[in-house]
């Protein structure tokens, strides 16, 4: 088995102070909660960017500064900007980081319920202009999926040449509006991925640790952060996303997997050197 991938989704662009102080917005915060993360071994950074009232932005400008800042502190570290930006943004807006030419970045498979009444919209149409401006820019897609059939899309993008193999997949599981997070939704989705894809699993809440067990024991890769969850354990906030990152590395060691200097995730995910 490879070494584990540890990505660190340090802000997100839902969760807010209110549900945990710690949650970076400035490009101080944002620095430090990476250099925390990255200190412990996670290997790729996750990245939202906030206004400094916590508003989400996609901002190249916003984005600039903070891959700056994340990269004096964590020079090595693969930094992955997000295209989903929040609910609602504009393709335009979403589309902004690519123009920094990232190793990584998201591509979002299908449009979702993201909670309430919130929709996540990324149509066809959008998710093949997303996948083509990659392409192009020779950024390698995470390609996130909420449910199955997400999968099916990129399977029939992969088939058009508009994704590369092999592709690398993030499975979040536990939105509401997504599939669910028991262990057989889990096995599931990596037993549809196309063969010699790499995976990615996140968990949203309680669903995080669990999930992320189950990935190291089946070969995939984790990702972890207050994007997904701000729980220790049921009811007690994490002080860090490194404490996050600490206790997922400690755990794959403990099970007889080694974690990835971002020089291995870079080898593992085939991006460029
Ligand atoms: N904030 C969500 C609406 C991504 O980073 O590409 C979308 C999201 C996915 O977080
Ligand atoms: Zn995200």
């Known amino acids: 088995m490879e070494k584990l991938i540890i990505t660190a989704a340090i802000c997100g662009a ?12 400035t490009v101080a915060e944002i620095r430090e909660e990476a250099k925390k993360a990255c200190a412990m071994g996670a290997s790729i950074i996750h990245l939202h960017v906030r206004e400094d009232d916590g508003t989400p932005t996609q901002s190249r400008e916003r984005f600039e500064e903070c891959m700056k800042a994340i990269r004096e502190v ?9 295209t989903g930006g929040a609910v609602g943004m504009t393709c335009d807006e979403r589309l902004q980081p690519l123009s920094l030419h990232p190793e990584m970045a998201t591509l979002d498979c299908g449009t979702v319920n993201f909670g309430g009444d919130e929709i996540f919209v990324n149509t066809e149409t959008m998710i093949r202009e997303f996948a083509q401006r990659m392409k192009k820019a020779g950024i390698k897609p ?10 099916d899309t990129v399977k029939r993008l992969m088939k058009k040449g508009e994704i590369d193999a092999p592709a690398h997949f993030n499975l979040v599981l536990g939105v509401n509006g997504g599939i669910a997070g028991e262990p057989r939704d889990l096995l599931y989705l990596v037993e549809s991925l196309p063969a010699g894809s790499t995976f990615t699993v996140s968990g949203i809440g309680r669903t995080q640790l669990p999930l992320n067990t189950m990935a190291i024991l089946l070969g995939g890769h984790v990702r972890v952060g207050f994007e997904d969850n701000i729980y220790r354990e049921k009811g007690v906030l994490a ?35």
Not at 74 to 82: E, G, R
């Open 14 to 25: 839902e969760v807010t102070k209110s549900h945990h102080p710690q949650v970076p917005y």
């Open 239 to 273: 002080e860090s996303n490194g404490e996050f990152v600490e206790r997922i590395a400690k755990l794959s060691r403990l099970l007889g997997r080694e974690v990835a200097t971002p020089e291995e995730a870079r080898r593992i995910l085939g991006l460029k050197p």
């Open 142 to 151: 995470e390609c996130e999926v909420f449910d199955k059939g997400m999968i």
């Open 74 to 82: 964590c020079p090595q570290v693969i930094i992955q900007p997000s």
